[in-house]
């Protein structure tokens, strides 16, 4: 499997302190028995954006435990995660109380708005208005271009690779622009969110480890990629990420 975009990884990762763990995702309970289990469940898997919603599920305190699921990896919870999100794809969440979320913007906003006292959205509703604004943008504008470079079979009739690779170049390109727009209309104050770190630095630190957004970014917006940077290291973050992306040793 190319590294490309999301679809790179299959060690199992999500490691919570705050609930016991079931192991890999062939040897969790099906999806229909975990309905009332009283504890989030998370379908995901490591490099992915499944790494968002552990973010923010700790940064909750909620009790949660990780399916490795995805719709590239053939095991076993690729049924369950299918029955539950017909596109196939992760973050999957079903809350405790059997309802299944999906889009990892709206996964935010539910944790945000059922925990109002983390912050995730902000200190008042000006601050709100512009997280929502930069989650959907990203969602959007960003991640739906990794789609397209992860699967650009997808995006076009022609079955050459030569033309498969095209679609991915522009792709790749339109990401990239569509980051530098983003640099441009969201500035730190000092974080994303406003004062405190909150959704929206949760969303554009993930989101925009693929595809080359940040040897790009780097070159083309440094103080955004610095911004990145220190995101990761917030300790409601370093952990989470640290799982998904091991230091290179
Ligand atoms: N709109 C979704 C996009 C999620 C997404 O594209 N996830 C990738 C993994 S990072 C995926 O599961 N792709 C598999 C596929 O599309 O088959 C969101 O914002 O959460």
Known sequence: MPKLGCMTAATPIGFPTLSPQPGNGS????????????????YGLQGSGSAIVEIALQWCGQPYRVVQAASWEANAAREELRQLNPLMQIPTLRTPQGAVLTESAAILMHLGGRHPDTGLLGADDAQRDQILRGLV????????????????????????DASREAVRQAARQRLHLHWTLFADQFPARPWLSGAQPGALDVMAVIVSKWSGTRPYLEAHRPSFFALLKRIEALPQVAGVHAQHWPPSV
Do not use: K
Not at 27 to 42: C, D, F, I, M, T
């Open 27 to 42: 040897a969790n309970p099906s999806a229909a028995s975990q309905a009332a289990s009283g504890e989030y469940v998370l």
């Open 137 to 160: 943008f990203v969602a959007a504008n960003c991640y739906s271009c990794i789609s397209i470079t992860d699967y650009p079979e997808r995006y076009t009739t022609q079955t050459d």
